[in-house]
Structures are given as structure tokens and as C-alpha cells.
């Protein structure tokens, strides 16, 4: 003879199975992300009126150059939608240049792009990974980002567009793919 206990556990977990079969089969199996294809362009200035980087730590302290290893850099770059500044800022590249080289022909990159303007303002991108400062094209890990891209996914090609390396100036081209939700 069944209890009185028995029979309100059966009848929970009658409730609670048909509960879970019904979210099974009534959720949509799977989400699929969208994938975004953007180009920007980083203009990095480590000399002049228009700075945009800056060394913080090296084998010489401040003074060293990005271009040995140890430095340390600090950067807030513009971002354009363009290779010229003046095509329009859509937002900043902001984070750490490490180089990690003994040679000192590659930086550890760590940036955030901040999108100011645009389709995606508010929005941001979390960057990082290798830079060998001697190769034509570079890819690098988007690892997270805010705002429209959140739970975001990717990787970009990095190339330089322009280099006056005695002034320490460069234009860095970014053709960026991501998934996302």
C-alpha cells in the first residue's frame, strides 16, 4: 500500500520530468551566431605632436624603445574607417605593447577597441596575441568584447600600411572576423 509520502514524491517527479522534456523539445536546439567582417585601421604615434603611445618600462626606464626587448608600452590609439586620420574616428585602441623578443622584432599585444562612433558605438572588442613587427600580414585572437559583440569569437589579419620607423609612427590595417550572438 502506497504512503502518503510516496505518492506526492511520484507525483514531483512525474512534474518535474515532463517539465524537463518540455523545455527539451521546446527550446530551440541551437542559437547560430552571426558572423561580422569589419576593417579599421590603428594609427600607432610613439614621437610627435599627435602621441598616441608611450613607453613606460624598459632596460633604460622610460626612454627605451618599443623596438627592445623588455619595453613596455602603453597606447590609446585612434581607430578610423579609413587609412588616412582624417577619414573619421570611430573609436580608440587602448592597452599594452610588450616586447617579448629577444631580438626585439615582436610585441605581446593587449588592447580593448572602443568603438566611439558608428554602427557599433558602445560597443568594444577585447584584442590580443603576437605582433612580429617583420611580417607582412599578422594574425591575432579577438577574445571578448562587449555591447553588440558579446560573447564574441575571432581573429583578425593585421598589416601595415604605413611606417616611418625613425619617428615611430605606423598605420595598422585590421580585417577582423567574428562570431557572435
Known amino acids: 500500500m502506497a504512503t502518503e509520502m510516496s505518492l506526492t514524491s511520484n507525483y514531483f517527479f512525474l ?8 523545455v527539451a ?9 552571426k558572423q561580422t567582417n569589419l576593417t579599421f585601421y590603428v594609427h600607432d604615434h610613439f ?10 618600462a624598459g632596460k633604460a626606464g622610460p626612454a627605451s624603445s618599443i623596438l627592445h626587448f623588455g619595453t613596455v ?6 581607430v578610423t ?8 574616428v570611430i573609436g580608440r585602441a587602448q592597452g599594452i605593447y ?23 558605438k ?26 553588440y559583440f558579446r560573447f564574441v569569437k575571432g581573429y583578425g589579419i ?9 619617428k615611430l609612427k605606423a598605420t595598422l590595417k585590421h580585417n577582423v572576423t567574428l562570431k557572435h550572438y
Open 158 to 166: 593585421m598589416e601595415t600600411v604605413f611606417m616611418d620607423l625613425p
Open 15 to 22: 512534474i518535474f520530468t515532463v517539465t524537463i522534456i518540455y
Open 47 to 56: 614621437t610627435g605632436e599627435d602621441t598616441t603611445a608611450a613607453t613606460v
Open 122 to 147: 558602445g560597443s568594444t572588442l577585447e584584442i590580443q596575441g603576437s605582433d612580429i613587427l617583420e611580417k607582412k600580414e599578422r594574425e591575432f585572437s579577438v577574445v571578448s568584447g562587449t555591447g
Open 25 to 33: 523539445y521546446t527550446f530551440p536546439k541551437k542559437l547560430k551566431p
Open 81 to 88: 574607417v579609413g587609412p588616412s586620420i582624417d577619414s573619421g
Open 98 to 120: 610588450i616586447n617579448s623578443q629577444l631580438d626585439g622584432k615582436a610585441v605581446y599585444m593587449a588592447f580593448s577597441v572602443i568603438f566611439t562612433d558608428g554602427e557599433f
Open 73 to 78: 608600452a602603453v597606447v590609446d590609439d585612434p
